[in-house]
Every structure is written in structure tokens, then in C-alpha cells.
């Protein structure tokens, strides 16, 4: 079955960094257009990063410059690093990915990100 599973979660410190990990199983996820979203509490979701299966990619003006997406396309996982880190970044982090043919997508289960000092 298909799976996406998040990784890299933590705390850590204003102004530290921490890479997110999305690994896809049961799909090619080199074919999938991948985007990072974010949920903080009483907050909506938020998309803060895009990466298409050529590479192309797009952020949220309010990680631009901060974050980076990419992915490794033999490990079948989509990456996202996250520096400079600030307290309104913390959220539960979750990737989701589009097939080819935009008929659906799918979501991973989160991995939470806490800034704080």
C-alpha cells in the first residue's frame, strides 16, 4: 500500500535548523509533484513548499530564503530544510503528494517541529 512517512521532527532553538524527511513507498515518487504543509494550533494549514517531479520549486514568502525543498530521487524521499528557525515555525510538518494525473493525493502523518527557547 502506498505510504508516506515523515521524519526529522524536534525541538529546537530560535534560529537552529532541522532537515524533514518525507520517504514514499508503494509509489515512484519521482513522478509525484511533492508539497511540505504546515498546521500550528487554531491555525490553518499552510502550504510552505513545493517541489515538482523536474525539480522545480516554490516556497511560502514566509520561509523564503530560509527553507529549501528538494528530493533524492534513488531514495524515493522528498527533503525539507529548515534554517534560521523562528517560534511561529512551530507546527506539525506533513508532506503530500500528487500522482501524474492529479486524480488524488496523498498524506503522511506529520512529525512536529517545535521552536522554542
Known amino acids: 500500500q502506498v505510504q508516506l512517512v515523515e521524519s526529522g521532527g524536534g525541538l529546537v532553538q530560535p534560529g537552529g535548523s532541522l532537515r524533514l524527511s518525507c520517504a514514499a513507498s508503494?509509489?515512484?515518487?519521482?513522478?509525484?509533484?511533492v508539497g511540505w504543509y504546515r498546521r500550528a494550533p487554531g491555525k490553518q494549514r499552510e502550504l510552505v513548499a513545493t517541489i515538482s517531479s523536474g525539480g522545480n520549486t516554490n516556497y511560502a514568502d514566509s520561509v523564503k530564503g530560509r527553507f529549501t525543498i528538494s528530493r533524492d530521487n534513488a531514495k524515493n524521499t522528498v527533503y525539507l530544510q529548515m534554517n534560521s528557525l523562528k517560534p511561529e515555525d512551530t507546527a506539525v510538518y506533513y508532506c503530500n503528494g500528487h500522482p501524474p494525473d492529479w486524480t488524488r493525493s496523498y498524506w503522511g502523518q506529520g512529525t512536529q517541529v517545535t521552536v522554542s527557547a
Open positions: 508503494g509509489i515512484i515518487f519521482t513522478s509525484y509533484a
